[in-house]
């Protein structure tokens, strides 16, 4: 099993920044791609941003400019750096862990969600 805890949520103004974190713990498995996910209210899950263990990224076009994703391999933690922030940015940010590998088998895994909120 792996879990994901994520940090770094809240309320900012428009054009503020916010940066959220996600640190993945179990044992013994490594994780192919890290990434960031939203939903607002009324909308369906959308990806944000992902970041392949090379370091391989995809954002959505929304937030390109604007969000950067990284990663700590040796810690197991994906970063999401949001400047300028716009109120159609909020929403609950997911993080996700895809193609956990523990033993032989495959696993996709989830954060509990955080509250981005921008006010305007």
């Known amino acids: 099993q792996v879990q994901l805890v994520e940090s770094g949520g809240g309320l900012v103004q428009a054009g503020g920044s916010l940066r959220l974190s996600c640190a993945a713990s179990g044992s013994k498995f490594s994780i192919y791609a890290m990434g960031w996910y939203r939903q607002a209210p009324g909308k369906q899950r959308e990806l944000v941003a992902i970041?392949?263990?090379?370091?391989?990224?995809n954002y959505a076009d929304s937030v390109k400019g604007r969000f950067t994703i990284s990663r700590d391999n040796a810690k197991n933690t994906v970063y999401l750096q949001m400047n300028s922030l716009q109120p159609e940015d909020t929403a609950v940010y997911s993080c996700s862990a895809e193609r956990v590998r523990i033993g032989f088998h495959e696993y996709d895994y989830w954060g509990q969600g955080t509250q981005v909120t921008v006010s305007s």
């Open positions: 970041i392949t263990i090379g370091g391989t990224t």
